[in-house]
């Protein structure tokens, strides 16, 4: 995989990322909130040896004294000190407690020495800081001191004492924040790439043509300006696999795709020959309602209507629609029957070319019924939103009707709606707006 293909996953995934990213931010934020807020004083102390005047003495007791730090550093965090800055300041703390918030380091090939402490207060940090390096000086004097009343062979100077801080040390809100970021952008890449690994859904025609046994007919991207030109390319196609005299359009999706019932119609009208298309879609999602002025479809097979009636002119495109009309329990049964099988027999003379749209095959049985009535089959399938698994198990309920091929179908991005502005049902938007439109509208 390429970059490209990494930034189509986060594209596809954007949500799956931002999720983690937004819970590792707020498990970085809780963790913070029971951290204490700290602060920390310093002061810095100058070890020195009493020798003698010459250069060679002083030489050898800088030595003496780098030698010496080494073991002050331990002395400065040992419970001694801590014992006595707890009675010094009356502090409500273990030794091990105060212990563990004095720090002492030296700088190398130096004989300077610094302690930091930490305290819940600037005011506590400055005299706890202070008390240290008072009771460090005194354990010095004491362990340096061979002869009573002699001066000690070594000595601790204070350079620089504690002074209040300015502001907390701690905890570390931009470093923890940030480090919560990058764990959540990671852990965040990675669930978005495991689940677009581990997803079905078939998002281009390669994913699409690696499930189906027929060929793909067309590639259709709704609201493109390629629509068009793609569905003369579907078109031509069906002629070319041979009669098509009367062509069945259905959808291996869970919904039913019109647009592209429609859109064929009317290419085979713009040929100039004779279109009628027909709505048997039982799953409402066909021709609009708005388009039935006769009793419809529903109507004829319950031979209440005739079919010349039954049927209105699509003046702008030239194809006549006989649209399903007020259908019933019984209209699935009768789309089976030898009265339907009559009507597309009839449609056929009449016309050149006659389109049924067919209900899903996953949501109803019409279309294996029409589909031995016609020349051809086609299935729509929804791109981006039908998972292979339900491709294959339409394929599998379709049975061994023929399918002529298939087309990839994708919806147009929609959006830029006026703020405040409703949105019309989907059956009120007549079927010339739609197709102009070469969209659905959303809902």
């Not at 809780?30 to 920390?40: D, E, K, M, Q, R």
């Not at 000595?155 to 004492?161: C, I, N, P």
């Not at 021709?287 to 039954?310: F, K, Q, Y």
């Amino acid at each position: 995989m390429g970059l490209i293909d990494y930034w189509h996953i986060a594209r596809r995934r954007w949500v799956i990322i931002v999720v983690v990213v937004v819970l590792c931010l707020g498990a970085s934020a809780g963790y913070l909130s029971t951290l204490p807020t700290t602060y920390t004083a310093s002061s810095s102390l100058y070890v020195s040896m009493a020798t003698g005047t010459s250069v060679n003495d002083s030489y050898q007791g800088g030595l003496a004294a780098q030698q010496r730090v080494r073991s002050y550093l331990d002395l400065a965090t040992s419970a001694t000190v801590a014992k006595r800055v707890i009675d010094d300041l009356g502090l409500k703390m273990s030794v091990g407690e105060v212990q563990s918030k004095i720090k002492a380091f030296s700088p190398p090939a130096t004989t300077n020495i610094v302690v930091t402490v930490q305290a819940s207060s600037a005011e506590g940090a400055r005299d706890f800081a202070n008390s240290v390096m008072a009771q460090f000086r005194r354990l010095i004097d004491e362990l340096e001191t061979i002869e009573r009343g002699a001066a000690p062979a070594a000595r601790v100077t204070v350079v620089d004492r504690a002074e209040a801080p300015a502001g907390p040390s701690g905890p570390q809100y931009t470093r923890i924040l940030a480090l919560g970021l990058l764990a959540g952008l990671a852990l965040g890449c990675a669930a978005a790439y495991l689940r677009d690994r581990t997803d079905r859904t078939l998002r281009t025609s390669n994913d699409l043509e690696a499930v189906l046994p027929v060929p793909i007919l067309g590639i259709i991207d709704a609201g493109r300006p390629g629509a068009p030109d793609e569905t003369r390319r579907l078109r031509t196609r069906l002629l070319r696999e041979g009669e098509a005299g009367s062509v069945l359009v259905t959808s291996l999706s869970s919904r039913s795709e019109p647009e592209v019932a429609a859109a064929l119609a009317k290419s085979f009208a713009d040929m100039g020959g004779s279109v009628v298309l027909i709505d048997a879609d039982t799953s409402g999602a066909g021709t609009p309602a708005a388009a039935n002025s006769g009793g419809g479809l529903a109507a004829v097979l319950r031979d209440t209507v005739p079919v010349h009636e039954a049927l209105t002119e699509w003046d702008e495109t030239g194809v006549t629609v006989l649209p399903l009309g007020d259908s019933d329990d019984k209209t699935s049964d009768l789309l089976a029957s030898d009265r339907f099988s009559a009507v597309v027999a009839k449609l056929t003379t009449d016309y050149d070319h006659v389109v049924v749209q067919a209900a899903p095959v996953a949501h109803a049985a019409d279309a294996i019924a029409v589909a031995p009535l016609c020349d051809q089959a086609i299935a729509v399938v929804l791109l981006g939103r039908t998972r292979a698994p339900q491709v294959r198990g339409a394929l599998a309920t379709f049975g061994d009707n023929k399918l002529t091929g298939a087309v990839a179908y994708s919806e147009p991005v929609t959006g830029g709606r006026r703020p405040g502005e409703r949105l019309r049902p989907r059956g009120r938007l007549r079927l010339g707006e739609r197709l102009r439109l070469g969209r659905r509208p959303r809902r």
